[in-house]
């Protein structure tokens, strides 16, 4: 995400949680072994790797009419390579009622995963820091290491 938020409510901060998300995501296309799409309809990765983070979708969004024919695409490219697939459900999820059609289709509810966020502007930066946090930088691989 390049933008500066500047909007604090809950759905701005949801949306800018996903975003950070899809980012992240986005740069498994620079490792050969997955192989990631990032289309208008939807975010998604293909992979030999038996993890479904590595054969998921992680952005939809589908007119009614797509739904279906995304979800079997997305089941018979995990068959195809006998790998697990995943799917993430969130606040800018399209169609809403995605989750329940992809429970109708075997996919099942692995975990629900939160978000933090924080006005840093806000923040209260007058805090004593704790008597052992210790900064320094990283300026090769062993301190990388340690």
Do not use: C
């Amino acid at each position: 995400m390049t933008q500066i938020l500047h909007d604090f409510t809950t759905e701005a901060l949801s949306q800018a949680i996903e975003a950070n998300q899809w980012e992240l995501f986005r740069l498994l296309r620079h490792w050969p072994k997955v192989d990631v799409h990032d289309e208008s309809e939807m975010l998604w990765a293909i992979s030999n790797i038996p993890l479904f983070f590595f054969n998921s979708v992680l952005r939809a969004n589908l007119a009614a009419e797509a739904v279906d024919p995304a979800i079997q695409s997305v089941i018979s490219r995990g068959q195809a390579r006998n790998v697990p697939r995943g799917w993430y459900i969130g606040p800018t999820t399209v169609p809403a009622d995605l989750g329940a059609q992809l429970e109708v289709n075997n996919f099942t509810l692995a975990a629900r995963e939160a978000g933090m966020a924080v006005d840093l502007q806000s923040m209260n930066d007058n805090l004593p820091a704790p008597w052992d946090l210790l900064i320094d930088v990283v300026e090769n691989a062993q301190s990388l290491q340690t």
